[in-house]
């Protein structure tokens, strides 16, 4: 998984840019994460219990996006893709409104972690 941390020049918020297959990430940790340490221990909580076989899956329902933690992968997702809604119309998009077509992405565990930990040293989330 490609992925760099930046802070946008205009506003000096942490921004989070991924590779074409994991470009839904980036959306994901800024919106669903952010800066918050108690998101982040959740997480790394939940990686922890699925490692340990407290459980077989734990799934993490936030405002637009899901993850799915399996001892196999992680997987993250829009809710919108996760409920089956539809794409956006025609005219939309026609429009030129920034739609991310990534909906969907998945990683190892290990990976997943290493880019938590990363990002919160990133963002100095305590």
């Known amino acids: 998984m490609e992925y760099e941390f930046i802070h946008d020049a205009t506003t000096g918020e942490a921004k989070a840019r991924f590779s074409l297959e994991h470009e839904v990430v980036g959306p994901w940790i800024e919106v669903e994460l952010g800066h918050e340490s ?56 026609v429009d030129h409104i920034h739609y991310d077509e990534s909906e969907y992405a998945s990683c190892g565990i290990d990976d997943f972690r290493e880019l938590l930990i990363s990002w919160s040293r990133f963002t100095n989330i305590s």
């Open 38 to 93: 108690a998101k982040l221990t959740a997480l790394l909580t939940a990686i922890d219990s699925v490692e340990k076989r407290h459980e077989s899956e734990v799934i993490i329902t936030g405002h637009e996006y899901t993850v799915t933690i399996s001892r196999d992968d992680v997987e993250i997702q829009t809710n919108a893709s996760f409920n089956g809604t539809g794409p956006l119309s025609e005219m939309l998009t």
